[in-house]
């Protein structure tokens, strides 16, 4: 399973790679790409470890849960948390009239890093240069800092949000 602390170190090397010259484009668009997955992947255990429980990576049913979360999904999930008062509707579904700074400083890295992934991945004509990979890893860095600081419950509603979804 990937490491999310792992995939950052990475990004950081590829940040930082050229011994003395500059890093590549392949090296910044992966360095850019990579944060996201670190932050993709963080959240997926913390799903599958909140609704399986933790020590049970090796069950069927764990990575069912880690492979049922989708990017699109929670990017749209993402979106309405970055706000003050939530909408009526997440409201209800999340039990609270907002979310904390933590959850919402996260949810808006958490889609900027992923709409920087899909320019790296993507995006032909998109040019990244190196303070871009740098910031990306920062932004990364205090996006993780941010999930964990988030208490228990409020994770756990937001991860469930994200994985089933719900009818208004």
Request: one cysteine or more; glycine letters at 6%.
């Given at each position: 399973?990937?490491?999310p602390s792992?995939?950052?170190?990475?990004?950081?090397?590829?940040?930082?790679?050229?011994?003395?010259?500059?890093?590549?484009?392949?090296?910044?668009?992966?360095?850019?790409?990579?944060?996201?997955?670190?932050?993709?992947?963080?959240?997926?255990?913390?799903?599958?470890?909140?609704?399986?429980?933790?020590?049970?990576?090796?069950?069927?049913?764990?990575?069912?849960?880690?492979?049922?979360?989708?990017?699109?999904?929670?990017?749209?999930?993402?979106?309405?948390?970055d706000v003050?008062?939530?909408?009526?509707?997440?409201?209800?579904?999340?039990?609270?009239?907002?979310?904390?700074?933590?959850?919402?400083?996260?949810?808006?890295?958490?889609?900027?890093?992923?709409?920087?992934?899909?320019?790296?991945?993507?995006?032909?004509?998109?040019?990244?240069?190196?303070?871009?990979?740098?910031?990306?890893?920062?932004?990364?860095?205090?996006?993780?800092?941010?999930?964990?600081?988030?208490?228990?419950?409020?994770?756990?509603?937001?991860?469930?949000?994200?994985?089933?979804?719900?009818?208004?």
């Amino acid at each position: 399973m990937p490491d999310p602390s792992e995939l950052l170190a990475v990004a950081r090397l590829l940040a930082a790679s050229g011994a003395g010259e500059a890093p590549t484009e392949a090296q910044l668009r992966r360095a850019v790409s990579t944060t996201y997955y670190a932050l993709f992947h963080k959240v997926l255990r913390a799903g599958a470890d909140r609704f399986m429980g933790t020590g049970n990576a090796a069950r069927p049913g764990y990575a069912l849960i880690y492979r049922g979360f989708s990017h699109g999904r929670m990017k749209v999930v993402c979106i309405p948390l970055d706000v003050a008062a939530l909408s009526p509707t997440l409201q209800r579904q999340l039990g609270a009239t907002a979310v904390s700074q933590e959850m919402r400083d996260f949810a808006s890295d958490f889609v900027a890093l992923q709409d920087a992934r899909l320019r790296a991945d993507y995006d032909p004509q998109a040019v990244f240069i190196h303070s871009d990979a740098i910031d990306a890893v920062v932004q990364a860095e205090l996006a993780l800092q941010a999930f964990d600081r988030t208490t228990p419950d409020e994770r756990a509603d937001v991860l469930a949000l994200m994985l089933a979804g719900a009818r208004d």
